[in-house]
């Protein structure tokens, strides 16, 4: 796994590699003494189309690993610095996921709440636009449609 804070940095992993129990734990293990926050999004593979009308199979998410790890950093330090957090993790899945498993953590460490959730939304929103991440929808009744 790629090297940083709590062993690993922002970026994309193998489904295969990713324990999102352990990396938060590990994350919690290493908060500074100025946090007084930590806020948390988990992104998880849904059953139904964006649209509802279509029962989803799997979620295969492929991405252009060098782009999308440059661009989850940047956009890790950018909020970092935006709202004085204390830590931040943006850690994505790529491979095959079943409706209920977890895709995506976004993690936020700050000194106050405000800044955490501003921090938060602000993460979230985006990592699903800027990044090289490209998500196939597989249906149950055997069609699939790439989705952004």
Do not use: C, Q
């Not at 909020?79 to 976004?106: A, C, D, Q, W």
């Not at 460490?109 to 921090?119: L, M, N, T, V």
């Amino acid at each position: 796994m790629k090297k940083g804070i709590l062993g690993i940095s922002s970026g994309v992993f193998p489904k295969r590699k990713l324990n999102f129990g352990k990396i938060y734990s590990s994350f919690l293990d290493e908060l500074s003494n100025n946090t007084g926050s930590v806020t948390s999004f988990l992104g998880v593979a849904r059953l139904e189309s964006a649209d509802g009308k279509k029962k989803i199979r799997s979620l295969i998410i492929e991405s252009y690993e060098k782009h999308a790890d440059n661009v989850l950093n940047k956009i890790a330090s950018d909020t970092k610095k935006k709202y004085g957090l204390t830590n931040i993790l943006i850690v994505h899945g790529v491979g095959r996921f079943s409706p209920g498993e977890p895709v995506v953590m976004v993690l936020v460490a700050s000194s106050r709440r405000s800044e955490g959730f501003s921090a938060l939304r602000e993460a979230v929103e985006r990592y699903k636009k800027e990044p090289a991440l490209f998500k196939k929808e597989v249906y149950s009744e055997g069609t699939s449609a790439w989705i952004t």
